[in-house]
T-cell receptor
């Protein structure tokens, strides 16, 4: 079945450090890929998305590139801030009437001053 | 204005009780969803409705019964609550069913604790 694998967490970084969160997927079709973020005590918000191979999604300094050859969608940010502390979820969505988001397990990022 | 709202935000109840969670979206979307987030933060879809019609039912126990009175509302009723039902339940909506580029918009969640 379709699945998303994220690197194990949690991750703790100092402010201004470089961030990479790995995400790989397995899908029967050609999915769209998403990163959602969950700040403490809140619901999920879309961070960025990409809908076809080689697309790059970007938002708030975060970037991820859809790599079909490696079935990956790694999240990167050049300089993290304390306010980036949250749980990050990678997800895929396949087209069709029964389309649904399939999430990875999420990874908790803590950024210390 | 809140796009996707849920009530209540917190729900604490005894095993065996019946409870409901309500969800409303003011985005004009056709499709709504319920997700369950367990204690390890893992998110899994439970149901989706498109314009009041059930589209996805992901092997959820039949103690869980969603109801969509109109396309702006999707409520979740749970009978005979069990300890394992303790979780955060998220409602979400998206413009269309089947649109692979559609962003899903999530509510703030309802934290259910079964004692």
């Amino acid at each position: 079945g379709d699945s998303v694998t994220q690197m194990e967490g949690p991750v703790t970084l100092s402010e201004e450090a470089f961030l990479t969160i790995n995400c790989t997927y397995t899908a029967t079709g050609y999915p769209s890929l998403f990163w959602y973020v969950q700040y403490p005590g809140e619901g999920l918000q879309l961070l960025l998305k990409a809908t076809k191979a080689d697309d790059k999604g970007s938002n708030k300094g975060f970037e991820a590139t859809y790599r079909k050859e490696t079935t990956s969608f790694h999240l990167e940010k050049g300089s993290v801030q304390v306010s980036d502390s949250a749980v990050y979820f990678c997800a895929l969505l396949l087209r069709g009437a029964n389309s649904k988001l399939t999430f990875g397990k999420g990874i908790t990022l803590s950024v210390r001053p | 204005d809140t796009a996707v709202s849920q009530t209540p935000k917190y729900l604490v109840t005894q095993m065996g009780n019946d409870k409901s969670i309500k969800c409303e979206q003011n985005l004009g979307h056709d499709t709504m969803y319920w997700y369950k987030q367990d204690s390890k933060k893992f998110l899994k879809i439970m149901f989706s409705y498109n314009n009041k019609e059930l589209i996805i039912n992901e092997t959820v126990p039949n103690r869980f019964s969603p109801k969509s009175p109109d396309k702006a509302h999707l409520n979740l009723h749970i009978n005979s609550l069990e300890l394992g039902d303790s979780a955060v339940y998220f409602c979400a909506s998206s413009p269309l069913a089947g649109g692979a580029t559609d962003t899903q918009y999530f509510g703030p969640g309802t934290r259910l604790t079964v004692l």
